[in-house]
């Protein structure tokens, strides 16, 4: 579960977001959408641990990960965050980039995202080597090895062909569907969030608007 | 893109550049390059200027580059030369840059009075004064009785190697000593003169002024010097004392190593060269030199409050014949 | 826009390619007679290899230290991050030999007598290069884009994050820094000079002084030409063109980074050097100095010194970074002329200063060229001769850091040429730019040999006055000059850090 309790947070005199109160359950998924430069990325930043709140708080599974001057380390959090650029490392391969955040180098779940999002071609490739859509599936790849618990997507299929965008839907649901956590996914595509969920929240300005 | 503005910029540089050019003044100049001191030099150089209404543009040596920058910049500027007048603190590098032509033949009427031996044979260079190759020991790590008397003391094992200091001999007057050892004992017996202080380990330095430094702070007991370097630490109040090696009858005598004046071939103002060649060569400027400690003695009249010492007869021909063997002995001992 | 890049690339053949060609067509016919010197056997090789072993160690321990301090600083804004900052630049403008002598001033006070020899010349050495290592590690770092660190913070520990993200990403600016220290070192010879190491410049510099002959030095620097290829070749050509955008000028993230207690060891040890590298010179310095009354009297008596000074390191570093910035692209164009161009690049850091002087007068000592004989204009053609490599270097960096695409998008969507450069290329490249303009300053302002070559009569620059009273044995008023120069190189180094703070 995943819960943020009257969160804050400003960038100088812009309020990215403000007084954000959410609550997604285990299991459940829900869309943010809304106007450019709304907040909803700071929101899932928060979440992930790469802001610290000014003011409120985060939990995650009942526990408090950010308040304001302290935070959980990211990657302690057991969520997964895809960007909305693919931000891949520059100098590893597709496969160390994928191999990144494993703790076992042969683990299966490797064997199996680059089943699941057909890269076992591009394992080699580094990523200048890649088209854009491949990029894409690579930075998807990197995040569901990990097994996160919940995940944090931000619009991960924006560019893409409908036939990818298809396919991949269906690889982050069943992500999700087997983690068993939330869900929380940042779009502005309506095909996209009626394939997510029903329950779409609107924000503006920094603040939702259930 | 970035190209171009970038080359733009470039000529705006160049532009600027040129555009800070002075025009050139229309009193007459005279150029020098000199290896002494400026803080000698100027002075000298300044009094010239009052004198004669002739502007004095200077070049001074440094020391890191030794006198070797100055040289090595003449032999560059042989072709369309710069200066008009060298003004040196030794005597070696004059004589390389005569063998390369880069030198005027100019007898100047100051000259009548020195010496025959400090007056080159073709008129090329004029010597005077003279800084000597002295002792300089701590006062209070030596009694007097133990003050070392002969270059021969630094093959002593009286003397801990390691309290004895002697700037590189690849460079410099101390380049010029071993030329003149070679000389005056012979090649072979100056190399194993020489072989010997490098078995033994004494301490080679970068340069006098940190033989100098050494022995006033105490950390040798005593080292090679130039008698202008001994002066310095003396009106410091160092417990320094100044020793002439060598000095008893008979004995090879002390190297003196003299101040040389010359003309440079081809230069823009040979007219004014000529004036502050006469000038540095006058009798009141040597005396001016030694009263400040530049120069140890004055080649003409009377030294009073100088002791009288006994130099090593090698004549500056000699020396400079022996210089490239002895240097490329040097590098092959001491640089390793 | 290709012509205007053909005139920036002759203007660079001319200026700074064009003494060392000088010196090369009239040494090359020599080559039957001299072509033994360019292979040092027996003492000479052993010269050459301590030469290289010093280089080397140089360069690494500068790496290690400048990029630990380096990591230190970075993402510390701030006082204490500002502070530190200006603190690390504070000896740069310092020679190394200046350095050397305050750290012999400083152990003999504390009679610790124990540094000689290569080991000496190598602690002074890496102590004086620290300053410009860490500068260009901090660089390196801040070139990271800040969403690659992200991406990589919610998958693992910071310290592989450290290891594998940051780490590789920040290397080949670090490296090529390392490299050019180690160039640095390799000509040095006033160092080991006075620690008594023996180092193969040393020789050639007693070579040149003995003979004064120009081809014979030349000849015997090969070999150090070679060693200087090879280590670029290794630095530049070692990594993948990996194009990151810039991401200095990012508003700071808030991520905190935790690093393991190894590193933060590490980290402390290497500030602790830092600081000794600030406090002996300094320390050493503001004592001999003794008064401020000393300082302004030295002023008084050195105004057109520091004036000269000022000026010359100025225009050098303008000259050099425009030249440097066409000659850097064209070192990326792939073609039968590439190698030819990394030659012309390369060659001049690998020859003894007061080679490249001999070089620069035999160039431009010519009749038509009287006006300029007599100029501050020819140090500054002497500084830029010297260091527009370097500038070039630093530049053909960040080049290669650039994201292409963004300088594409800005020819296609700049309505002039002026925009796209002014818009995008200049803040896209100002880390690299500035960087390369700042070193170049500074080493022009601490330039002796080259300078001493082609200083116009009657002229001198802080450097000269320093080393001319470093003879007389005057330490107050060398101190003093030292107090100067630091102030005079800093200060507008200081200026320029604070107007782009602002900008940011």
Redesign the interface.
Known sequence: MIELRQVSKSYGPVGAARDVTLTVADGQAIVLFGPSGCGKTTVLRLIAGLEAPDCGEVLIDGEVASRPGWLKAPRERKVGFVFQTPALWPHMTVAENIRFGLKDRKSEAFEQVLGVLDLVGLKNRFPDELSGGEARRVALARTLAARPRHLLLDEPLSNLDLDSRESLLRVILQAHHESGGALIYVTHDTDESEAISPKRIRMQNGRLLQ | MHAKIASLTAWLGLFLLLSGCAPRPQSPEVVVYTSVDQVFSEPVLKEFEKSSGVRVLAVYDVEAAKTTGLVNRLLAEKKRPAADVFWSGEIAQTLLLKEQGVLARYVSPSASTLPEHYRDKEGCWTAFGGRVRVFLVNTKLLSKERYPTSIEDLRKKDYPADKIALASPLFGTTATHAAALYAALGEEEGRAYYRDLQARGLRIVDGNSTVRDLVASGQVWFGLVDTDDAAVALKRGDPVAIVFPDQEKGGLGALSIPNTVALVKGSPHPTEGKRLVDFLLSRSVEERLRDEGWLYRSTRGANDNVVEVVTMKTSPGQVFEMLKISRSDMTRLFLR | ?KA??R??EA?YLLVVAGPVLMLALTSLPRAPELWELAFPRG?SL??LSNSLVLATAVALSDLVCGTLIAVFLWRRSGRLGGGLRLLVLLTAPLPP?IHALAWIFAF?TVNF?ALTGLVGAWWVEVMAYLPLSTCLALLALEMV?P??L?????????Q?VLT??LG??ATPFAAAGAGLIFLLCLLEY?VP??F?A?TYP??I??????S?D?ARVFFMALPLFAAAALVLLATFAG??G???NRAWSR?G????F?WPAWLRWAQGAALLLLAAQVIVPVATILTLTKSLAMLGQVLAFSTAETRVSF?VSL?AS??S???G??VA?RLRQPGPMQALWWAVVVLPLALPA?LV??GL??LW???SML???????MP??AATARFAPVATLVILVQLSRTDPRLLEAA?ILAPS??R??VGV??PL?LPGLLASAGLVFILTAGE??TT???????G?TLV??V????????TETVAALCLLLTLATLLPGAVVVRLVRRRK
């Open positions: 826009m205007f890049s005139i920036g203007v003492q052993n010269l030999y003999d007598r884009q969403d690659l992200e991406a990589g913070k919610l998958l693992a520990p910071d592989r594998r993200i590789p990403l006033g000079s006075i008594g023996a040393l020789e510099y007693a070579e040149f002084s003995s004064g120009p990594y993948r990996s194009a990151l508003p993230v808030d991520l905190p935790h000026q225009l303008l000259l970074l425009s030249l910035a066409v692209h007061s002087g001999a007068i035999d000592n010519r009749p006006a300029l004989q007599r100029t501050w204009a500054v053609l020819a040429r002026i796209a450069w290329r200049i490249l002796l040999a001493l070559m082609v200083v116009p009569p009657g001198s000269l006055k080393y001319n009273y470093l003879h007389y044995g005057s």
